[in-house]
């Protein structure tokens, strides 16, 4: 529950021993348990052998370990390129390109009017770019098809404000498709079992972004695209949370996070995306990212990505 501890094992899971992220563990023969790192991995294909990953294999990598191996694949859920958008003289978004991993947890880095919204409302068809191609398995995807790849859930709103969070949570399951044998999960994670009753516009400003997110948790898409998750959150219910993405995200789900505040992205994302002025500064992890600052300002390459942020815009 939010504002408590909590603990991997609890739910099953226990730490990678490479990246140590949570990770499931499995009965082999014998009737002992073994650790399988880090199940977010999807699909790894070994460049030296031509031959997809099995199990066992899930044994020796995980994705964070993949992500520093010339031999592994990580298999890409989607793929943006030239993806741009005015608003009259205004370029909030120009020829932004990256990709996002299956199973990972990539912040978007960026500070207030760097586009990060927009982007969003662009990727998830809310809003229509000017140009660009989206696409997934290597194929151009339109917005109608992507709302079956990406659930969007922006800040700042409150859907069906006199609808009870109960009642919103039955209808994303019921009428979006969700994810019905989480709810009580979620409910509990998120600590929202006393506010089911209370409709969703007399929630506090917490309370609402809480509902927020156990929402975009029991829908079914593979991607869920959030933006400021920790908006409204003091620090024990944002860390508690951040380690329940990091959760989701060992269980295959893909998590694409809006975040103002670089401290808190830096403690759990897997990946980085730095905006600026609508422009893509950097992608990568935080050593590669600050390898690339290193190139132009050798005095900010020392692996904390503020300084790695100011450095790359």
Same mark, same amino acid.
């Given at each position: 529950?939010?504002?408590?501890?909590?603990?991997?094992?609890?739910?099953?899971?226990?730490?990678?021993?490479?990246?140590?992220?949570?990770?499931?563990?499995?009965?082999?023969?014998?009737?002992?348990?073994?650790?399988?790192?880090?199940?977010?991995?999807?699909?790894?294909?070994?460049?030296?052998?031509?031959?997809?990953?099995?199990?066992?294999?899930?044994?020796?990598?995980?994705?964070?370990?993949?992500?520093?191996?010339?031999?592994?694949?990580?298999?890409?859920?989607?793929?943006?390129?030239?993806?741009?958008?005015?608003?009259?003289?205004?370029?909030?978004?120009?020829?932004?390109?990256?990709?996002?991993?299956?199973?990972?947890?990539?912040?978007?880095?960026?500070?207030?009017?760097?586009?990060?919204?927009?982007?969003?409302?662009?990727?998830?068809?809310?809003?229509?770019?000017?140009?660009?191609?989206?696409?997934?398995?290597?194929?151009?995807?339109?917005?109608?098809?992507?709302?079956?790849?990406?659930?969007?859930?922006?800040?700042?709103?409150?859907?069906?404000?006199?609808?009870?969070?109960?009642?919103?949570?039955?209808? #994303?399951?019921?009428? $979006?498709?969700?994810? %019905? =044998?989480? /709810? +009580?999960?979620?409910?509990?994670?998120? *600590? @929202?079992?006393?506010?089911?009753?209370?409709?969703?516009?007399?929630?506090?400003?917490?309370?609402?972004?809480?509902?927020?997110?156990?929402?975009?948790?029991?829908?079914?898409?593979?991607?869920?695209?959030?933006?400021?998750?920790?908006?409204?959150?003091?620090?024990?219910?944002?860390?508690?949370?951040?380690?329940?993405?990091?959760?989701?995200?060992?269980?295959?789900?893909?998590?694409?996070?809006?975040?103002?505040?670089?401290?808190?992205?830096?403690?759990?994302?897997?990946?980085?995306?730095?905006?600026?002025?609508?422009?893509?500064?950097?992608?990568? #992890?935080?050593?590669? $990212?600050?390898?690339? %600052? =290193?190139? /132009? +300002?050798?005095?900010?390459?020392?692996? *904390? @990505?503020?300084?790695?942020?100011?450095?790359?815009?």
């Amino acid at each position: 529950m939010v504002g408590e501890s909590k603990s991997y094992a609890s739910s099953g899971f226990q730490q990678c021993s490479l990246c140590f992220r949570p990770t499931k563990s499995r009965e082999v023969e014998g009737g002992s348990s073994t650790l399988v790192s880090c199940v977010q991995v999807r699909i790894c294909l070994n460049k030296q052998t031509g031959n997809f990953l099995g199990e066992g294999d899930h044994l020796r990598y995980c994705v964070c370990a993949a992500t520093r191996s010339a031999d592994i694949l990580i298999a890409m859920l989607v793929e943006v390129e030239g993806l741009s958008k005015r608003f009259g003289q205004i370029a909030a978004l120009a020829d932004v390109s990256f990709h996002v991993r299956a199973g990972e947890v990539l912040g978007l880095i960026g500070p207030n009017g760097a586009g990060k919204s927009t982007l969003f409302e662009c990727l998830a068809g809310v809003l229509p770019s000017d140009s660009g191609t989206i696409r997934t398995d290597g194929r151009p995807v339109g917005a109608r098809e992507r709302s079956s790849l990406l659930f969007y859930v922006p800040d700042g709103i409150a859907p069906w404000p006199a609808q009870p969070v109960r009642w919103a949570l039955d209808f #994303t399951i019921g009428f $979006l498709g969700g994810r %019905a =044998a989480l /709810r +009580d999960e979620v409910v509990d994670q998120l *600590d @929202l079992r006393q506010l089911l009753h209370q409709p969703i516009g007399t929630l506090s400003k917490g309370q609402r972004k809480r509902a927020l997110l156990g929402i975009g948790l029991l829908t079914s898409q593979p991607a869920l695209l959030i933006d400021e998750p920790f908006d409204g959150l003091d620090l024990r219910q944002a860390r508690d949370i951040a380690a329940l993405f990091q959760l989701h995200a060992a269980s295959g789900r893909t998590l694409f996070l809006s975040i103002h505040q670089i401290s808190d992205a830096e403690r759990f994302c897997d990946r980085f995306i730095l905006l600026s002025s609508g422009r893509v500064r950097g992608e990568g #992890t935080v050593q590669e $990212l600050a390898a690339l %600052a =290193a190139t /132009r +300002d050798l005095s900010r390459a020392n692996g *904390d @990505l503020e300084e790695v942020f100011l450095a790359l815009t």
